[in-house]
């Protein structure tokens, strides 16, 4: 990894704050918060520089609570991890809700805020002014619950744990063996797997029961009918309306099935299998053995550096700085909560990605994805404030998912085989023709939950089914696993720990197939387009932000047709 640099002064300069600084307790943070709020502006160039001590301040709290919350995630079976984030929870969040607002009541109210100049600063007034109107002193001690009770999600599935062969292996670790050619094998584990998870059914129906209901009292108290309405505004859609939200899920089931059936028959075919069973999904259709991309998490760190490498060096470089300064943790382990993301780091300036890897093509495209996100946090670390890096999730996924399939070019990093090469590139082409029926699956299904909050859980698992079977291939068979089908959607994090951030993963996979597109027609103006898209963090629309990038910020049912035929073409050619 010679040929590649450590990126430098990404941390940002305390001149607010004392060097020494750490955050303990609330009693010591909340006389720099005082200061603030007593700090009298008399220019727009003492309001400028009021920002800049807020966002200060806000990035180290923001630092502090991403380290705990990472940590207690590596190591869940560690009390001491545990109590730090729930201590921040409890005793510190609660009362930094209250003089936030404050905060933003008095940049709003200064008359010199007017003054401030660019797209940016009103992209980010818009921001502030929607979080004054949603903000409700009674939501603190609920939104403290809701906290409290959305890390019970990690908890429970860190503790998944199956014995296949008399060895103890976590579900990711025993996902591998679906990919395996030994059909008999390959029907165990899934039943192993889909068994355990079943076994807290009941635990995770209750937890989703008190979330939903302490959600929609959030909702109520600030004035809305439904916590659907709600979380569109509070996750800052300006851009698109809850009637596009719908018609994204009509536009993926016009014309995503036809696809996903052809999919099917072709491995239904290629299996030479009567019945298509959800443990036939992840191994190879011609019956070779799984791929495998890399030996070790340090092999992937090194390909990945390597690959990125050939898209741009300052790609490469990212991932080589976050190696450098550890700010990966990418192996699988007992007592480690499942899933993966990227985190950024507000003061470092250096993001921290944290995945389940077992050594598969799976954790391939999850290391690619969450390096597309890590790459966003470089991009906009030259960016004023943080409030101009929280850029909206259809912008951060269109980070990630375009990078699944830019990176995947040079996949040949990973595979010297050109046989293999194209088997992962197959692989990875299904995996997009199927996330867009999933997600809007995912949403359909929130949109439910949270506008019949009162419904039972025998209610909720017909719905589910209902609403699967809409976007699901019909040749794909469930017959004696209806009772592992009718809770599958238990398996996704995202419905317990961060409710309707889904529908963005649709909208930025549009997105990610137009860009890979305009690379195929032009590699390095695409590569251009894309990072300067990044660059601009949440200071332009989002449909503005798309065009950056040259593509369209659209899901009608014709540029999802044009997008799906285009990807199936590609399918077909290999």
Known sequence: ?????????????????????????????????????????????????????????????????????????????????????????????????????????????????????????????????????????????LFLEINTLQQEYGKV?????????????TLQQAAKFLENSNRNLRKEVYETIASRRYLDKEKLDELLNKLIKLRHQVALNSGYTNFRDYMHDELGRFDYTVQDCLSFHESIKKNSLSILDFLADERKKELSV????????????????????????????????????????????????????????????????????????????????????VGSQKDLVTMVHEGGHALHSFLCNDLEISGFKNTPMEVAELASMSMELLSMEYWDVFFENKEELKRAKIDQLEKVLETLPWVAAIDKFQHWLYLNPTHSNTERENKW??????????????????????????????????????????????????????????????????????????????????STAGIKFDFSPAYVKE??????????KL
Request: hydrophobic share 35%.
């Open 274 to 357: 009567q019945e298509l069973f959800p443990y036939d999904l992840e191994v190879d259709a011609s019956g070779k053995d799984a791929l495998k991309p890399f030996e070790n998490s340090l092999q992937l760190i090194e390909k990945t550096i390597q690959t990125f490498g050939k898209l741009n060096p300052f790609i490469a470089n990212c991932i080589f700085t976050m190696h450098k300064n550890n700010y990966l943790d990418l192996d699988s382990r007992k007592n480690k909560a499942p899933g993966g993301f990227n985190y950024p780091l507000m003061e470092s300036g250096i993001p921290f990605i944290y995945m389940n890897s």
């Open 563 to 572: 997008l799906a035929d285009f990807v199936k073409s590609e399918y077909e």
């Open 1 to 141: 990894m010679q040929n590649y640099s450590e990126i430098s002064g990404l941390k940002i300069k305390r001149n607010f704050l004392p060097q020494d600084f750490s955050v303990t307790t609330w009693e010591l943070l909340e006389p720099f918060y005082s200061t603030l709020l007593k700090t009298t502006i008399n220019n727009s160039e003492e309001l400028k520089i009021w920002i800049k001590n807020r966002n200060e301040i806000d990035s180290i709290v923001s630092e502090d609570f991403a380290w705990r919350y990472i940590k207690m995630n590596c190591n869940t079976a560690d009390e001491s991890l545990s109590s730090s984030f729930e201590y921040f929870i409890q005793n510190i969040e609660p009362k930094l809700s209250p003089i936030t607002n404050e905060l933003n009541k008095k940049f709003i109210e200064c008359s010199f805020s007017n003054d401030l100049e660019g797209s940016a600063y009103k992209i980010y007034l818009r921001s502030i002014k929607r979080s004054i109107e949603l903000f409700r002193q009674e939501n603190i001690p």
């Open 465 to 546: 089914n209902e609403i699967y079977d809409e976007f699901s291939s019909s040749i794909i068979s469930f017959k004696g696993y209806q009772n592992f089908k009718k809770n599958m959607w238990q398996k996704q994090l995202h419905i317990y720990e961060v409710p309707f951030y889904y529908i963005e993963y649709g909208i930025a996979q549009l997105g990610a197939i137009a860009i890979w597109r305009n690379f195929k027609l032009n590699k390095e103006k695409s590569i251009e387009q894309y990072m300067n898209a990044l660059k601009l963090g949440y200071s332009k629309t989002i449909k503005e932000i798309y």
């Open 157 to 169: 599935c860190s503790e998944m744990l199956v014995k296949i062969d008399n060895k103890e292996y």
